[in-house]
């Protein structure tokens, strides 16, 4: 019996990925690469490199120019209805998963600052927890900086509105910063008051205050006058100086609730911090990591006067 059957196509042939349908849509409803690109977020060479060679591997035109636009070819049609039919596939299989979803599970990483995680969010997460036993948390501290995608995190709490064009963020609010001081060291050298006062005091370091640049100016004074008496990366370790009188340390203004023995020093300061939430679109679409989320934009907006009153 004879086989007539198609022989197989050279591996070299054909759309090799969902990535390559992907691209022939976005020119399609683009009209032109620049577009394209727009949908893809991409760049414009990108995206022209690219479908020349899917046309190429394929061995035909998909699309003819006319004017500044692009027309489909008859291939280009045949191709077009498929490719939106495999979209729509796509999008039915994941509406699916998502539906089946019923009881997230796993990890979701959880990047804030060692500070906010010691004094309130730690505490607060033990409501998410209770609520969400399936779900797993692995907090990492951080100096409040937004590095998503290549860390493997899901979500961060930092202090600036996050700048990555892919990075999804909500501002919770403002947090003011003060000086502080033990009662020994206040007895001993008495308050800070104005800048012109610095140098009969000393001060502590915090590099994520360097890393934000908070109290720059004041800072830059301290250096030049040698008057930085320790500096640490770890906000633990920082106000244990501060408590116990070596010297000055710079602190988000609700310190003040949690360690009654510390003095506010009256010199004011310009500084407040913008405390966002952030994740990335290409992660955030997980369920476990979208009720992580909704937890906590919640919750700063109805418990988070403490913090930011």
């Not at 010297?247 to 020093?265: A, K, N, T």
Request: with cysteine; net charge neutral.
């Amino acid at each position: 019996m004879a086989d007539d059957r198609r022989p197989p196509l050279p591996s070299e042939y054909g759309i090799k990925a969902w990535d390559d349908l992907r691209l022939f849509l976005a020119v399609v409803r683009g009209g032109h690469f620049q577009g394209a690109a727009r949908i893809l977020r991409t760049n414009q060479t990108t995206v022209a490199r690219r479908f020349r060679r899917m046309e190429e591997t394929l061995g035909t035109k998909l699309l003819e120019r006319f004017g500044q636009e692009f027309r489909l070819t008859s291939p280009g049609s045949e191709i077009f209805e498929r490719a939106v039919a495999v979209e729509q596939l796509t999008q039915e299989i994941n509406d699916r998963v998502r539906a089946l979803d019923v009881r997230p599970s796993g990890t979701v990483k959880l990047s804030v600052t060692e500070g906010l995680a010691n004094l309130w969010l730690t505490t607060r997460l033990a409501e998410f927890c209770r609520d969400n036993p399936d779900i797993n948390l692995e907090i990492i501290p951080s100096h409040g900086e937004y590095d998503l995608l290549t860390s493997g995190i899901d979500v961060a709490i930092g202090w600036h509105r996050p700048t990555e064009p892919r990075l999804v963020g909500s501002r919770m609010g403002f947090v003011s910063f003060r000086l502080f001081a033990s009662e020994e060291y206040v007895a001993t050298y008495g308050m800070l008051s104005d800048i012109e006062e610095i140098g009969r005091h000393h001060f502590l370091q915090y590099d994520t205050h360097v890393i934000q640049r908070w109290s720059a100016s004041l800072m830059e004074a301290v250096q030049a006058m040698d008057l930085i008496k320790l500096r640490t990366s770890s906000i633990s370790v920082y106000v244990i100086a501060v408590r116990a009188g070596i010297g000055i340390g710079l602190l988000p203004s609700f310190y003040r609730h949690h360690y009654s023995d510390l003095v506010e020093m009256p010199m004011e300061l310009a500084d407040r911090g913008e405390l966002w939430v952030v994740s990335h679109e290409e992660t955030n679409s997980s369920r476990r990591t979208r009720m992580l989320l909704d937890f906590l934009n919640t919750d700063f907006r109805k418990n988070g006067r403490y913090l930011f009153g």
